[in-house]
């Protein structure tokens, strides 16, 4: 079984529609396949559909942006749980609006030095999208500013930029616990990639944990082997299990579907611990 737990779609910041990753996934000889937009849960009915069609299981899943106190991004994977659970709907909700005033915000300054209005980045975002830095990338290289979005990645986009604005997230452990009470299975993303920034210590891992951490994706092409080892003595230490992923977002990124994969056992272990929505099959 070749199992990917980590896809994006157009809902957020790939650039295939979900039926679409769903299709991708059956040609890179996938069985099982996630979809995991950034904060939303919007593509699910129709990746749903496109996975029957093309005879891929789907795991229903999300990619819930957060922030420690002490400002160092965290993403959380959550699995199977229920989209319609009150705390967990109201959390990304207000993410997803306040990424919205975020984009204007770096869209303002952008403009003050580089050819850039609004209307370019909202022509590059599906409507109803969760917007990102991704979509002011692909503004960027329309304009001819930068080649791809990698290169706006590690230079006007950096978190380092004078153009970049934050925007509200919730606390990892806070998101851990809304996963659990929606029944979801929450597994920490890429967590030692040190490349994206500051990656967290100790403290963070231990109140995640504690809230109810079931996972930690440790193979990802973004975290250095060094820090793989230590996720795994981590997991041992803690019980938690360990998954592999792509990361895929279209061509929006070099990840391909399936560069990394997840153990069957381990998927079987989420699929009976998330109680939230079932896998599609
Ligand atoms: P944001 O959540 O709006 O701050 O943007 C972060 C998103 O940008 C992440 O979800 C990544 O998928 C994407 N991203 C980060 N680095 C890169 C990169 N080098 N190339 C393309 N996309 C990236
Ligand atoms: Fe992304
Ligand atoms: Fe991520
Ligand atoms: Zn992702």
Redesign the pocket.
């Known amino acids: 079984m070749r199992i990917d737990l980590h896809a994006h779609s157009n809902i957020s910041?790939g650039t295939e529609a979900p039926a679409a990753v769903m299709a991708a996934a059956a040609a890179a000889g996938l069985d099982v396949i996630a979809l995991t937009d950034?904060d939303s849960t919007d593509g699910w009915a129709e990746a749903a559909r496109g996975a029957v069609e093309n005879g891929v299981a789907l795991v229903p899943g999300m990619e819930i942006?957060c922030r420690t106190d002490q400002g160092i991004s965290v993403h959380l994977l959550s699995y199977l749980h229920d989209p319609t659970h009150e705390g967990l709907l109201e959390e990304i909700t207000k993410a997803k609006d306040a990424?919205l005033t975020r984009a204007e915000r770096m869209v303002t300054l952008l403009a003050e030095d580089y050819p850039l209005s609004w209307d370019d980045v909202i022509h590059h975002v599906t409507p109803g999208a969760t917007l990102?830095?991704?979509h002011i990338a692909d503004a960027l290289v329309a304009a001819g500013v930068v080649a791809d979005?990698?290169e706006a990645?590690t230079s006007i986009l950096t978190s380092h930029s004078r153009y970049f604005v934050q925007h509200y997230a919730p606390e990892p452990a806070l998101a851990v616990e809304l996963v659990r009470a929606a029944g979801g299975v929450p597994v920490f993303a890429h967590p030692v990639a040190s490349a994206?920034g500051r990656v967290v210590g100790e403290r963070t891992y231990r109140e995640m944990i504690e809230a109810g951490l079931a996972g930690l994706e440790v193979d990802h092409r973004d975290n250095p082997e060094e820090g793989r080892e230590f996720l795994r003595r981590l997991a041992a230490k803690h019980g938690l299990l360990m998954t592999g992923s792509s990361d895929y977002?279209g061509t929006?990124?070099p990840n391909r579907l399936g560069e990394y994969l997840t153990a069957p056992e381990v998927f079987a272990r989420i699929e009976e611990l998330g109680t939230g929505t079932p896998v599609i099959r």
Do not use: T
């Open positions: 910041d950034h942006s990424r990102g830095r991704p979005r990698s990645f994206r977002h929006g990124k």
